[in-house]
């Protein structure tokens, strides 16, 4: 039986379209997902990520427990900063990729993608049996929403309590603090997984409901709009960022995946598939994933083959049309020398060859952003 956020039926209420995420009843979306994309570009969108996990992990040797957990530098994060990391099985491949927030000392708050929060949660308790920490999975508990777009600053000073406003113009990319919301107490992250400004709202499931509608009536005059998971797959995608189960999995390494600077050597912990991703640092991996922009209209898919001189080189991990771009985007794996920006290939369509070119990624960068 799937499961259903706090926020549920205000979903029904706006006559969302609901999927089945990760076990959850999500909404798809609520107008068209080509509408709810450009709200997100132009002012900003609202989305309901409670199926997202959340996992708190708090003691004494917390920091140095993370560092042999994950295999990024989680004990070299300040108080009030976030860090985009991996969890990794013995044999290098990736569980899972999710972002750890460093709320005191000893207190942090990991957060797992919807369809391996279980897994994650579960995984963490494991390897925490000799360090003195606690873990708690406490996303049953917990809802997530988010407000993205260059519009979620304003929308969110409109509800935040006077003593709090500078705290949520001062906040940087990838750091989070506790203000207070409609009078809830909240933790705000500058997160996001769309490519645009943005934060991301911790509260109680009982205290969902208005922070929803609090956040819905603030952003009346400022374009704001609920968005479902279908233009949120769209717009990770324009910003290059990789999605579990297609860009990353356990049959995939972190160096292939492009992210080899989130794996930490220079620390000295120990830390899980260290032996084997340790000698990959050197060499150059059998594929890498790349960008790829379409030459003609037509849009690749997961699963597609890519192509060259009729022989099969590399395979598409997302695929569709973007709707700010106005031309099909692709993300795939291809083998390394056919991998540099500019290079010609093709995507077996259902059997038809089409031309794409290889590009730097991400393919979207908001205006104003290095």
Known sequence: ??????????????????????????????????????????????????????????GPRAAEFLNYALVGNLAAIAVGKAKYSLI??????????????????????????????DTVAAELQQRAANFDVTVQDQSEETSLIAVQGPNAEAILLGIAAAG????????KYYAAVHVELVGQKVLLA????TGE?????????????????????????????????????????????????????????????????????????????RSVLEPLKGQT??????????????SARAGYDVVLDGRTIGT?????????????????????ELTEPGTELQVDLRGRPEGFTVVELPFYKRPGKA
């Open 190 to 193: 500058r997160t996001g997984y």
């Open 197 to 273: 400004d943005g934060f991301e709202l911790f509260i109680e499931n009982g205290q969902a409901v208005q922070l929803w509608k609090a956040v819905t009536e603030a952003g009346t005059d400022h374009g704001l709009a609920p968005c479902g998971l279908a233009s949120r797959d769209s717009l990770r995608l324009e910003a290059g960022m990789p999605l579990y189960g297609h860009e990353l999995g356990l049959d995939t390494n972190p160096f292939e995946a492009g992210l080899g600077g989130v794996v930490s050597l220079k620390k000295t912990d120990n830390f899980v598939g």
């Open 88 to 117: 990794c099985n013995e044999d290098g491949g990736v569980i899972d990729d999710l972002i750890t927030y460093r709320l005191a000392d000893d207190r942090f708050l990991v957060v797992p993608n919807a369809s391996n929060a």
């Open 1 to 58: 039986m799937t499961k259903q956020t706090a926020l549920y039926a205000q979903h029904q209420e706006l006559g969302a379209a609901f999927t089945d995420f990760g076990g959850w009843q999500m909404p798809l979306k609520y107008r068209s997902e080509l509408e709810e994309h450009h709200t997100v570009r132009r002012t900003a969108g609202l989305f309901d990520l409670s199926h997202m996990g959340e996992v708190l992990v708090t």
């Open 164 to 171: 709090d406003q500078e705290a949520i113009t001062s906040l």
């Open 316 to 336: 598409v991990t997302s695929g569709l049309p973007s709707p700010t771009l106005g031309y099909p985007i692709a993300l795939a794996y291809v083998e390394t």
């Open 285 to 298: 991996p059998a594929r890498k994933l790349v960008g790829l922009r379409a030459a003609g209209r037509r």
